[in-house]
């Protein structure tokens, strides 16, 4: 392993849109995914469940995404040729996306209890991001209207009224990295109340 250090991961990682054709090793993902769960975790409930969809297991979960766009409206139904090429081109552009890592949690009946455990899991997701930096590996955060409708959920085998699919990590090594869009000085987001 590589290891850049922290503070250049934090810095230098952007989201990746554009990834090579080659997967990533599964023990490389498992390091990934283990440095994501050092995320502060409240109770120790460790909340995060990940579903690694690839090779061939992508195919049912890009299916299950195309049926639920359809359901959801986002895209039509008919037999158009425009609509099937459209639904083609979709599904090209997910399969070749090496890995998409599902990201879901057992929903917490008390609201604070849920926001404990949601916060925990984008700990969860942004230390997975920052490990995968320093392998070399890019990902991409999605948050998609698919992720809320229960048809979808229970495609793929989840049940929408106790998990609650909090991503989908879109994973490889970068073809493109993309520029860095830099941030707005914290000075004008801060305020220190002294007294
Ligand atoms: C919760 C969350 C959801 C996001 N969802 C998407 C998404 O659905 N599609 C996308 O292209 N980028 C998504 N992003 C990535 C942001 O657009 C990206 O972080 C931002 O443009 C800054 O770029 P950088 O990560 O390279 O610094 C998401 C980021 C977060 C934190």
């Not at 502060?40 to 195309?66: C, L, Q």
């Not at 081109?89 to 399969?95: A, E, G, N, P």
């Not at 609650?164 to 830099?182: C, F, L, N, S």
């Amino acid at each position: 392993m590589i290891a850049i250090d922290l503070l250049t991961a934090i810095k230098a990682r952007r989201s990746i849109h554009q990834f090579k054709k080659q997967e990533v090793g599964r023990a490389v993902l498992q390091d990934i995914f283990t440095y994501g769960s050092y995320a502060p975790t409240h109770y120790m409930k460790e909340s995060w469940r990940i579903n690694v969809y690839e090779r061939e297991g992508k195919s049912d979960f890009v299916d299950a995404i195309m049926t639920s766009y359809q359901r959801i409206g986002m895209l039509k139904t008919d037999d158009d040729l425009k609509t099937q090429k459209m639904i083609d081109s979709m599904k090209q552009f997910l399969l070749q996306i090496p890995h998409h890592a599902l990201i879901y949690f057992k929903k917490e009946d008390d609201p604070v209890r849920y926001e404990e455990t949601y916060a925990s899991i984008c700990a969860f997701i942004q230390n997975a991001q920052l490990a995968a930096w320093s392998y070399g590996v890019g990902m991409l955060w999605t948050i998609t209207p698919y992720m809320h409708d229960s048809g979808f959920a229970e495609d793929i085998g989840l049940d929408s009224r106790t998990d609650k699919i909090a991503a989908v990590m879109q994973i490889g090594y970068p073809e493109k990295i993309p520029r860095d869009k830099g941030r707005t000085p914290i000075g004008d987001k801060i305020t220190f109340i002294s007294e």
